[in-house]
């Protein structure tokens, strides 16, 4: 460490929200070069290095083979695939000096079908499974906790090639199998779940997820076993109701009712039921958005929820994408004079309405079902307004939050929500970018066929911070074994040239031994310091020499479970080979 170039700091860094992104620049293992761009300096390149090495050795055992491609693309194949539009603002986009459109690749989907349909076209060759491991570029909104969400990252992506939808079926249990062996050794807790709304069959795409407090993605499981992320929950859809006995919907005077409270409050005490309080729950909200579509367009959009429920953003964005949600301006407002502020209602939305406004509403808003809902009046609502007799929206959205205790659409009980980190994604494409991009090879039969596809990402750089997620105490890191920079860190204190030569002469043997050793070497240190650099880094095995010397013995401490044992000198090297097995 006397010549390791190596600053551990004492502060946390101002922008940290998250004790990864604290942990692993105070610890010297990244340093920020600007919003979700970092560095990497010696400690944690090392660790990323053996994340890759995990995630090569489990891909190598599949079957698949490694290529790297360029991360500076053409524009072209994007274009072929409409995800030169599609990505709007989220990638870098550049010119070359000919002004050529060219894109910073934020995943490699074009360029990959392009080059087995290069060299590739019989069925023979198949199935295929390419994978690299290479920095990828995305122009985050909001980058955000060092690593975890950088601009620029490293990803392993990998994809398959079948002729098949069983061949995909299998590739694709194949890689499954793959991630579970790399999570496993990665060494944090994690799930895997449904990742979208099963409308491709229920295991068309799942995340591996990092369970982490600190994780954006928030995800549902139930005891029965389902598990899946919250932006790929369906809702369970109630059978329709009968409405013939119901009553007729009427407009009544609600003043100031502008919001679900102030309404059920008034309801309560203006029109009360018979059977019943009125509760949220009875009410049927009207929020409005504005889709940007990639093409720059800006789409209103009205979504009918129950009112005791909120829209939850980021359902919306998974269910509308690739456009963006954007407040519904005041701007927005005067252009549809129809819309009264805080009663709107069906009344006026919908294509075939006066506002032209496509109005789509929460699965749980079946034909029968009967609602308290703006009259479209300032300080108005309408009674008994049942969908599928009164008004009739133009489709549904899964845009309400889900919330704990909601039953899991496989009928397996009740949801619990939790919080993760997305680790992984292993997605069934399908023929869709073959078919654009005319990858085709002849089958037994010499008749020309679309192949089918699968891609599988693992998120390298960012298993880094999730590791350390899982794995920390408030004075530092503890790294797993299978990723620490290095197994042991021997510490010697002292002022004598003895307990040095000692020192030395450990290592030496430790590292004849096959262990890597970071060893504090440092002479004008104090030894608390030393110690606290230890505890900082995290290496699995701390290993003292010093005052116990006289002794004849070298102190071993587990850094994670704190526990510390005297070993003879002459059985150090013998006791370290054993707990870094
Ligand atoms: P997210 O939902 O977190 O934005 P994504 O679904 O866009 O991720 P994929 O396109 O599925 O990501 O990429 C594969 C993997 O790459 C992800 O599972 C994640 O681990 C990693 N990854 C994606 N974006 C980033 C990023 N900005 N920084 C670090 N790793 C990332
Ligand atoms: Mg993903």
Known sequence: MSRFFLRTLRDDPADAEVPSHRLLVRGGYVRRVAPGIYSWLPLGLRVLARVEQIVREEMDAMGAQEVRFPALLPREPYEVTNRWTEYGANVFRLQDRRGNDMMLGPTHEEFFTLLVKDLYSSYKDLPLNLYQIQTKYRDEARPRAGILRGREFVMKDAYSFDIDDAGLEASYQAYREAYVRIFDRLGFEYVIVHADSGAMGGSASEEFLAVAETGEDTFVRSAGGYAANVEAVTTVVPDPLPYDDLPAAHAEQTPETPTIETLVNHLNVAFPRDDRAWEAADTLKNVLVVLRHPDG???????????????????????VSPAEVEVF??????????????????????????????????????????????????????????????????????AAEVRAGDAAPDGSGPLELERGIEMGHIFQLGRMYAEKLGLQVLDENGKLVTVTMGSYGV????????????????IGIVWPREIAPFD?????????????????????ELEAAGIDVLYDDRRKVSPGVKFKDAELLGMPTIVVVGKGLADGVVEVRDRATGERSDVPVAEAVENVRAVCR
Do not use: C, M
Request: no cysteine; hydrophobic share 40%; net charge negative.
């Open 459 to 474: 998120g390298v750089s960012r298993a880094v911070a999730a590791v350390v997620e899982n794995s920390h105490d408030e």
């Open 297 to 319: 367009t800006r789409e209103p959009l009205a979504i009918g929820i129950p009112g005791d429920r909120d829209v939850d953003v980021r359902r919306l964005e998974a269910h």
């Open 329 to 398: 301006t005041d701007d927005d407002f005067s252009a549809h004079p129809d819309l009264a502020k805080g009663y709107i209602g069906p009344g006026v939305l919908g294509e075939q309405k006066s506002t032209g406004i496509r109005y789509l509403v929460d699965p749980r808003v079946v034909t029968g079902t009967r609602w308290v809902t703006g009259a479209d009046v300032d300080g108005s609502h309408v009674i008994d307004l049942v969908a599928g007799r009164d008004f009739t929206p133009d489709g549904t959205i899964e």
């Open 488 to 508: 042991v860190h021997l510490v010697a204190t002292g002022k004598d040239d003895a307990v040095f030569d000692a020192a030395d002469a450990l290592v030496a």
